[in-house]
């Protein structure tokens, strides 16, 4: 049965392949596989974000259904006030700083892990639940702990003493960024170990044990082959944990309550928020959007040239 | 190089796409609504538990009487979350009838957004708002000289004190009769290590934080001005400035917290007084040993203002049946109704005359009686273009100079006023 | 040699989890105390301070069975639309030629980077007005329908299986469809498990969203009525603190169960003896 069937289509493929490929690529079928995909995002999501963009150029309010509120082009001004409002500047720096930290110490913490959780051989369903808790815990209860770690009559400053830093930790301007970047490195682990684990799986035995037979120690190894044998991998968890730290929201908001001492950990789409939805001010929102989307873009394309590791 | 040009292609399909669906969006039908249709309507409350209990008793008397005219009633939550809650269904035309707990200061964004029904437009709308309210319920006036909203409740917030961290202090509650005094006692209060902190308001940047700290002293200090009046800011003067002043130096000298507490701090015994309204007598109970003053002023009065903290209720356009809406909200507001409300929440209904129409409430609880007098005497949150931004501005400002103490408070006030005045004067 | 360094990484791997576990654990205490302890004595179980009473409450204020039910079905929903559909465009965005496939791409990219505030409000109108979809699961369910992360690890982890195994498939005779199915997917099977519990995890916690478009309580997803029972309970009970966190416990453990049952599939058949055989 396998026979006939296959015969046919190849056949029929190879006959027309020189006309519909140059039309439609060698596999056309691809075209159906990605049609329920593409029909989500245009009926779901192309809406919404056309109208994100189409608000930005113009001075925009919601309004109630038939109500009819002037709502004029304005061409970049929304842009201009947004670039030039030091509050969303801050909230970049902040976005920065947090990706300064949190991108290398998650990439380089979860394969670590992922590459120990690979190799270990006693009680492995143990450390992979435990890895992963942190991720499926709600916000709120993570918060909590940290909070009770990390504020002025916290753990860290009874056990830390005089060293304490004053303004304690997440009162401190400078301090408060990165202690938001370390929390929540710790809390997304679990998904990019996940990731990592997935990707380890796809490396053949085989390499270790012929480098092993060639002499190469633990480390030698884990440099030349894992490292290398990743990098794929390597790069979604960069370009992946880039854009969930670029669209951050609820875990500056609960640990600093809103935007920080002076703003110093506003997130940018905090302030999407507070100037689209409380402050009524959609345009602006979007503006701060569009720019916000158009860095992420740029960092992945860098993030790519840097690490490289795809085909196309 | 393909990758940018595939992704300038993506953008600018978003973009195409933008344009056309905008196109269509206009296109939308009319508002639900006439103004005097009757049949059953759909009606929000908040989660507040005990408003709950008062809201469904309500609903069940009024649908046990009005078999045509059921009301469906829902909970939301307060907070944050409502606030995108009703500016989407505004939008959508989702919107119930009425809802309960519509904070004053996302009036105007609503009546911007012609979510909101003048109350004006049923014959007797405004008179029975005066009627119930009276001279207060001119602050809740809008711009065009309309009610948008009804007011509905006050909380004033006083300061509760802790008795057992005075005593062991040594310091009197009728210390607290000045700023100034408030200050020397809470230094004694540092001293003694009676407590963490003398005040623990929340410092978070939210617009709404300063209503529990620097509103609250202005408006004793100033003797009930609102922060903005006629269109400019009020606050550039002397009253604002040593309400500031107060405050800086009270997280200058550690007598308040820099930190958000998790919870309520006066209840866990870590701070000695808290800026809290009468929903608070429930909530601290028997937690703790407290009592209760007024919001001291810059000279000792015992006519002092404060702050209202009212939520009120508003009749939302989408609405179809909205003379049914008007009718329950006449009655959600009757003298009946009040009284029941005032019982089972312990909140205070804005009726003018509800110190006397409900005397032996307060007789029974005498803990009550502080505020409703003091509920005669509140300021609210003025009814300005861009309330909400006005605020935002302030909070930060505030933070910025009182809380991190960075700058001077003549600074401060002055370009935050000018500020607020341009905001003000914006669509 | 090698057996020194098993136990060094042991121990490592032990602190780490630890460090991981600290805060469930706090999380479980602390919703077993009658009174909040925020003491470091507090982190360990005093005999006198513990309740089940925390749970109890919750048990009372809502209904843990209807909650987890739509919950249920809400998560159910995108797991299945991202496993089908998007399994589907992971692979022929990474195996397969056709023309358009950059121009997919890249409209997958730009969906995951734009964040969730700046669509809501428009997606609200659409889902609720022009589709019709208020209080309906489909209208939960179609916003995150197909998760694109999913779609790019899907894709990703596809990109790494060798074309020449495609290439000797096909010259088998072997159909596309047969191809994804019978070869591609058993290959990738631990990205799929992963991709599935990194999919759970977004619906089952989301809390706007579900909260926008149902309006009806009996509708309400586990995530949204515990929302709303935290911030009902934040106000009045004498543990506050205790109830929350004891909401979140509730919310977590079905997730960690699912994890728990099926980490054991990370485990895969060797890649090196596909491309042999």
Redesign the interface.
């Known amino acids: 049965m396998t ?1 006939t ?3 046919g ?2 056949r029929t493929r190879r006959a027309t392949g020189k006309a519909t490929g140059a ?9 159906v ?2 049609a ?3 029909l ?3 009926l ?11 608000m930005s150029f113009h001075d925009y ?7 009819e ?1 002037p709502k004029p082009f304005v061409g970049m001004d929304n842009f201009v006030a947004i670039l030039t409002d030091p ?1 969303v500047a801050r909230s970049f720096l902040n976005t920065l700083i947090f990706l300064v930290i949190n991108v290398p110490l998650t990439v380089v913490l979860s394969l670590v ?1 992922a590459n ?2 690979n ?5 492995k ?14 916000s ?3 918060v ?5 770690l990390f ?3 916290g ?1 860290i400053n ?1 056990l830390l003493g005089p060293l304490a830093p004053n ?2 930790w ?2 401190n ?1 400078s301090l408060a960024m990165p202690v938001i970047a370390i929390y929540v490195t ?1 809390k997304q ?3 990019f170990i ?2 990592y ?3 380890l ?2 490396i ?3 390499l270790y044990e012929s480098a092993s037979v060639d002499g190469a120690n ?1 480390r030698q190894q884990f440099m030349n082959i894992t490292v290398p044998g990743v990098r ?2 390597t790069l ?1 968890v960069m370009v ?1 944990s880039t ?1 969930t730290g ?2 951050m ?1 609820t875990e500056p908001y609960l640990l ?8 110093a950990s506003a997130s940018p ?1 905090y302030l ?3 100037k ?7 345009g602006l ?2 503006a701060l ?1 569009v720019v ?2 158009i860095g ?2 740029a960092v ?2 860098i993030q ?1 040239k840097l690490v490289g590791g ?3 | 190089m393909k990758r940018n040009s595939l992704k300038i292609a993506a953008i600018s399909g978003a973009l195409i796409f933008a344009a056309s669906m905008a196109a269509c969006s206009s296109n939308s039908p009319p508002a639900g609504g006439n103004a005097g249709t009757t049949g059953p309507i759909e009606i929000w409350y908040s989660n507040n538990k005990a408003e709950v209990t008062w809201g469904k008793a309500m609903v069940a008397e009024w649908n046990a009487a009005h078999a045509d005219q059921q009301i469906t009633a829902q909970e939301i939550p307060a907070g944050k979350s409502s606030e995108e809650v009703i500016n989407a269904a505004i939008t959508a035309g989702t919107t119930p009838c009425l809802i309960f707990n519509t904070a004053p200061v996302a009036v105007p964004q609503f009546q911007k957004a012609g979510g909101l029904v003048a109350l004006d437009t049923f014959k007797d709308g405004a008179a029975y708002i005066q009627a119930r309210t009276g001279a207060l319920a001119d602050q809740y006036k809008s711009s065009d000289g309309k009610f948008y909203q009804l007011p509905w409740k006050s909380n004033p917030v006083v300061l509760f004190y802790n008795k057992d961290i005075f005593k062991k202090a040594g310091v009197d509650p009728s210390q607290l009769a000045t700023q100034a005094d408030l200050l020397t006692a809470a230094r004694k209060i540092k001293q003694s290590g009676a407590a963490q902190f003398a005040m623990w308001p929340s410092p978070g940047s939210e617009f709404y934080q300063s209503w529990f700290d620097f509103y609250p002293f202005y408006a004793a200090a100033s003797n009930g001005t609102p922060l903005v009046k006629d269109g400019k800011s009020t606050f550039n003067s002397d009253a604002g400035k040593q309400t500031a002043e107060f405050w800086k130096t009270m997280y200058a000298e550690g007598l308040a917290s820099k930190e958000v507490y998790q919870g309520d701090s006066f209840a866990d015994g870590k701070a000695a007084i808290a800026v809290s309204g009468p929903w608070a007598i429930d909530y601290y109970g028997d937690k703790v040993n407290w009592g209760t003053v007024p919001v001291p002023g810059l000279t000792a009065s015992d006519k002092s203002y404060t702050f209202s903290d009212a939520k009120n209720i508003g009749l939302f356009s989408a609405c179809k049946n909205q003379q049914t809406a008007w009718d329950v909200l006449k009655f959600a507001t009757s003298p009946d109704q009040d009284g029941k409300f005032l019982k089972t929440t312990g909140q205070m209904p804005m009726r003018s005359t509800a110190v006397t129409d409900y005397a032996d409430f307060f007789t029974s609880k005498p803990a009550y009686k502080a505020f409703s007098d003091q509920a005669t005497r509140t300021v609210e949150v003025p009814n300005v273009n861009n309330a909400v931004e006005v605020w935002q501005t302030f909070r930060d400002a505030y933070s910025k100079t009182v809380v991190s103490g960075q700058g001077t408070v003549a600074d401060m006030l002055k370009t935050t006023a000018d500020k607020i005045d341009q905001l003000v004067a914006a669509k | 040699m090698k057996a020194k360094n098993q136990s060094l990484q042991l121990i490592l791997l032990f602190i780490g989890a630890l460090v991981f576990l600290f805060p469930f654990y706090y999380m479980v205490m602390a919703s077993l105390q009658t009174k909040p302890d925020t003491t470091v004595a507090g982190a360990f179980p005093n005999p006198a301070n513990l309740t089940g009473q925390n749970y109890v409450d919750i048990n009372k204020a809502i209904n843990l069975f209807s909650g987890v039910l739509n919950s249920g079905v809400f998560t159910g929903g995108v797991l299945l639309g991202t496993l089908v559909f998007g399994v589907l465009a992971g692979y022929s965005l990474a195996v397969m030629r056709f023309r358009g496939r950059g121009f997919v791409f890249g409209m997958m990219l730009l969906v995951q980077m734009v964040p969730f505030q700046l669509l809501m409000i428009p997606l609200y109108v659409m889902i609720v007005r022009s589709y019709g979809l208020g209080d309906n699961y489909l209208g939960m369910i179609l916003p995150f329908a197909i998760n694109s992360t999913g779609v790019f690890v899907f894709r990703q982890y596809f990109l790494q299986l060798p074309a020449s195994m495609f290439e000797a498939a096909r010259i088998d005779g072997a159909s596309e469809w047969q191809i994804l199915w019978r070869i591609a997917v058993p290959l990738v099977r631990p990205a799929l498990v992963t991709g599935a519990l990194l999919t759970f995890i977004g619906p089952w916690n989301e809390f706007l969203w579900p909260f926008l478009v149902t309006k009806r309580a009996s509708m309400q997803p586990l995530a949204v009525s515990l929302a709303n029972y935290m911030s009902t309970v934040a106000a009045s009970e004498t543990n506050p603190y205790g109830a929350i966190l004891a909401g979140a416990c509730v919310l977590a453990a079905p997730a960690l169960l699912l994890f728990v049952f099926f980490q054991k599939y990370f485990v895969q058949t060797d890649l090196g003896s596909a491309v042999k055989g």
Do not use: C
């Open positions: 026979t069937t296959a015969a289509p190849a039309i439609l690529g060698r596999q056309p079928l691809g075209l596989f990605v329920p995909y593409v989500y995002i245009v779901v999501l192309a809406y919404p974000l056309g109208f994100a963009v189409y309010f919601f309004t109630a259904p038939g109500v509120v509050a892990l120990a959780l190799r270990v051989t006693r009680l369903a143990f450390f992979r639940v435990s890895y992963y808790i942190p991720y499926i815990t709600a709120v209860a993570t909590a702990i940290w909070l009770f504020q002025g009559s753990l009874q303004p304690s997440l009162i301007e710790w682990l679990g998904f996940l990731l684990l997935a990707a799986q796809n053949p035995n085989e633990k794929s991998a979604l992946l854009i670029a669209n929201f600093t309550g809103g935007g920080g001492p002076n703003g789409v999407m928020y507070k689209g939805i409380e402050q009524g001010h959609p929102a979007a959007g916000l989307v992420v873009l992945s394309l790519r795809e085909e196309d």
